[in-house]
């Protein structure tokens, strides 16, 4: 048997590229269930994996993808079976085990959830590992006692797939959400995805810096990291929560313990790679009620495994809004 992947070289020089190649079935890793892949996402980390940029792929050659959607074409386990459709995100799938940018994988059955009830499997792959990060991180923040009634909630980076679903489901729940972005030219899209007003990016960083600037925001979901994240702690409100998930804006934190001594602040880190089963689970249950795919239709669009390494390098330079999903077949 043979299939179809998207192989990911690193030569002598180091210099890395991707390819479309048919291999054989015992190219496959170990693992105890195969799956036939139906649907993968395209991620910020997959553009980090595809490029080489992120030296998070230590072992080439390389199937990248972190997330996939399909069925289980065989198993070893008895939890699954022949048929059922699946989902997997997270587990360092792609970084560090062949994953979802290919016709079929070969994982471990404690990775992967069967297909949640009222989701498609290419429903899930909108959904992927962004959705999944937005959900854990609404979660922790209500966790944290953030409500609708709280006041507004901010979300940076909103124009990526974590930040524009994690603004579509804040404002489902009844939240006032306001959406920080990078590309003004999205400002349409996001409110029509529920967000209340846009803010552009470089205009808040270019506000002068204060140790405390006034108090705005009941709760953020942080997508950027980095000076964003720095400036955004100095503007949450008395007893307020950051979830931090993202660090496309750079992996430094500037800032002071004044948000944290003097208004009670939180800084929550969220973390969707390393999940257990049970949280998994309750997180894509909850998607699958709250999630609306339609109204999220036009910030979806679908490309082949030979267009990847394009949409990675596009990805990286911040030039992809909304979802992009990967057609392996």
Request: glycine residues 14%.
């Amino acid at each position: 048997m043979t299939f179809r992947a998207l192989v990911t070289h690193r030569d002598a020089d180091g210099k890395v590229s991707s390819a479309v190649e048919t291999l054989d079935d015992d190219r496959l890793p170990n693992g105890n269930v195969t799956v036939d892949i139906a649907w993968a996402g395209l991620n910020y980390k997959d553009g980090l994996c595809v490029t080489g940029a992120g030296g998070l792929v230590r072992n080439y050659p390389h199937v990248c993808g972190i997330d996939l959607a399909g069925t289980v074409r065989d198993s070893a386990d008895p939890r699954y079976t022949a048929g059922q459709p699946v989902v997997l995100t997270g587990w360092r799938v792609g970084e560090t085990h062949w994953g979802g940018f290919a016709e079929r994988a070969r994982v471990d059955a404690d990775w992967l959830v069967p297909l949640p009830e009222g989701l498609s499997l290419r429903d899930t792959m909108i959904v992927g590992t962004a959705g999944l990060t937005a959900m854990l991180a609404i979660n922790a923040l209500e966790a944290h006692g953030v409500a609708p009634a709280s006041g507004e909630v901010l979300v940076t980076g909103a124009a990526g797939g974590v930040g524009s679903i994690a603004t579509a489901m804040l404002a489902k729940l009844g939240y006032t959400v306001v959406a920080l972005s990078g590309r003004p030219q999205q400002a349409d899209a996001l409110k029509a995805l529920g967000a209340t007003s846009v803010l552009d990016r470089g205009e808040f960083l270019a506000q002068p810096d204060k140790p405390l600037e006034s108090a705005r925001w009941a709760g953020v979901v942080d997508c950027v990291g980095g000076p964003v994240l720095g400036k955004l702690l100095r503007q949450v409100r008395y007893g307020g929560a950051v979830a931090a998930l993202g660090n496309a804006g750079g992996i430094g934190l500037e800032t002071n313990v004044l948000p944290f001594i003097l208004r009670g602040v939180t800084l929550i880190g969220i973390d969707s790679v390393m999940q257990p089963f049970a949280a998994r689970v309750a997180a894509w249950e909850r998607l699958a009620g709250l999630f609306d795919v339609a109204a999220y239709g036009n910030m979806v669009r679908e490309i082949g495994l030979e267009d990847v390494p394009t949409a990675a390098a596009d990805i990286l330079a911040g030039q992809v809004a909304g979802r992009t999903l990967v057609r392996p077949r």
